[in-house]
């Protein structure tokens, strides 16, 4: 970490959160996933950026997503269905629209979005509100729903009131583009990775064209970490000077979290645990191998891969060759509340990834108090100390970290503490406070 940067993030983990002055601000913000209903790591950052705005207690969301399920938690944004917005005029009674949508948006702005479709789009396919339904997640027709997303988003810029715009990651970033066009406001994009790491450099023209385009149209490119910044400078060219680091952060874990029992495995055979999508991104090989020079050395271990992805069988392939079968576990995609089971039944947690631009799950391990080792090419690396943090390639340094943690019993509970204290300052208000000041900044309100 570069002795400026340092500083940097010093200064940031030292705001005070009472500082900054009271103007109301209307933010437009353009999301793809929200919990409950957790797809990636984007909904879970999508919600800490919203609860730490509107912690700020002046700046008013209107959150828009394509496919909200009604129990979506709306105490800090005003959630807009974009598969409640009609592009098409229908002549409905409201009892109708009540019982079709009622669930996740309100008739009346059912109405209010009506009065201002802006294009005859009857040769697009639209249901008997006139509205466009989306899959939600991440469907094989992905790039038809983020342009239909995109021409909805052209509704809600000529219905709603607003004074600038977010839009989460490449996915939204049509949407966000749109409604700058409409009404001339600022756009803020939020970069939550790219796809030179998604893709370990092997790009996707398509993506990297709407992923340039959204930053080549935005006032302000918001990176979850400088290691994303730099790629956005460097690989997509952007003007540094409206770019800026802002790191993800983590929620204090609920009452039904903190209760989960840790199991004491002194003594006992221990647990490492992966856990996150089986993709080349996240380096899962790595894991595997050395889990096998690990288990060359101890058999008193057992190493979890838990998640899904197109390397799930490459994975499981792998363990057998090595002949570590028996000690590998594949549980398969966890949400919600199994993934704290899984974290504090774990003894370590290892995050391999070949390129992270943040990586919010080892902050979330240590928050159960279990010891993580991390690679050095993921944005949390810049803001963690408490944990190791090896090259992702360098299996040996893995392997011995995860050795020393399995038994040395006083290493195991420094990590444990440390860790725990260390991401309790790492909050969403912090963050929101942040970006309040980007905004304000976009806005030239400073």
Same mark, same amino acid.
């Given at each position: 970490m570069s002795a400026k940067f340092s500083a940097r993030w010093n200064f940031w983990k030292s705001i005070n959160i009472n500082k900054r002055e009271e103007v109301t601000m209307k933010v437009l913000m353009f999301g793809w996933e929200y919990p409950p209903h957790v797809f990636g790591g984007l909904a879970t950052a999508n919600y800490g950026i919203t609860e730490g705005l509107h912690a700020q207690g002046d700046v008013d969301?209107?959150?828009?997503?394509?496919?909200?399920?009604?129990d979506e938690d709306r105490s800090a944004a005003r959630i807009i269905a974009m598969n409640g917005v009609p592009i098409v005029w229908r002549d409905?009674?409201?009892?109708?629209?009540?019982?079709? =949508?009622?669930n996740i948006m309100s008739p009346d702005d059912y109405y209010r979005f009506r009065d201002h479709i802006y294009a005859d789009f009857n040769y697009m396919h639209v249901n008997d509100l006139g509205c466009m339904e989306f899959a939600g997640g991440y469907p094989a027709n992905l790039h038809d729903e983020i342009n239909n997303y995109s021409v909805i988003a052209g509704v809600i810029a000529r219905t709603e009131e607003f004074d600038i715009i977010h839009a989460h990651d490449w996915l939204t970033y049509p949407a966000g583009i749109h409604a700058k066009q409409v009404s001339g406001k600022p756009l803020c994009i939020h970069v939550h990775a790219t796809d030179f790491d998604r893709s370990r450099g092997h790009v996707n023209p398509t993506v990297y064209s709407i992923e340039k385009d959204g930053m080549d149209n935005a006032d302000c =490119?918001?990176?979850?970490s400088e290691l994303t910044r730099q790629t956005v400078i460097n690989q997509y060219h952007q003007d540094p000077r409206k770019c800026f680091t802002v790191h993800n952060a983590v929620y204090p874990l609920r009452?039904?979290?903190q209760d989960i029992p840790r199991p004491d495995h002194t003594g006992r055979e221990k647990v490492v645990t992966f856990l996150g999508r089986l993709t080349m991104q996240k380096g899962p090989e790595y894991f595997v191998e050395a889990a096998n020079m690990v288990l060359h050395r101890t058999r008193n271990v057992r190493f979890c891969m838990a998640g899904s992805g197109d390397m799930m069988d490459q994975m499981i392939e792998l363990a057998a060759i090595r002949g570590i079968a028996d000690r590998f576990h594949f549980p398969g995609f966890m949400r919600g509340k199994e993934v704290y089971e899984c974290l504090k039944d774990s003894d370590v947690y290892v995050m391999p990834s070949v390129s992270e631009p943040f990586g919010i799950s080892p902050l979330e391990a240590m928050q159960c108090g279990t010891p993580t080792i991390i690679s050095k090419q993921s944005g949390c690396a810049e803001i963690l100390d408490n944990c190791f943090k090896i090259d992702y390639w360098d299996i040996h340094a893995l392997a011995d970290a995860i050795y020393s943690i399995c038994h040395n019993e006083s290493l195991f509970k420094y990590?444990?503490?440390?860790?725990?204290?260390?991401?309790?300052?790492?909050?969403?208000?912090?963050?929101?406070?942040?970006i309040c000041e980007l905004y304000e900044r976009t806005l030239?309100?400073?």
């Open positions: 969301i209107t959150l828009c997503l394509p496919h909200p399920f009604g409905v009674a409201h009892d109708y629209v009540q019982s079709r =949508i009622g =490119i918001m990176c979850v009452q039904e979290l990590l444990q503490e440390e860790g725990k204290h260390e991401v309790d300052q790492i909050t969403w208000e912090k963050v929101g406070l942040w030239g309100w400073k």
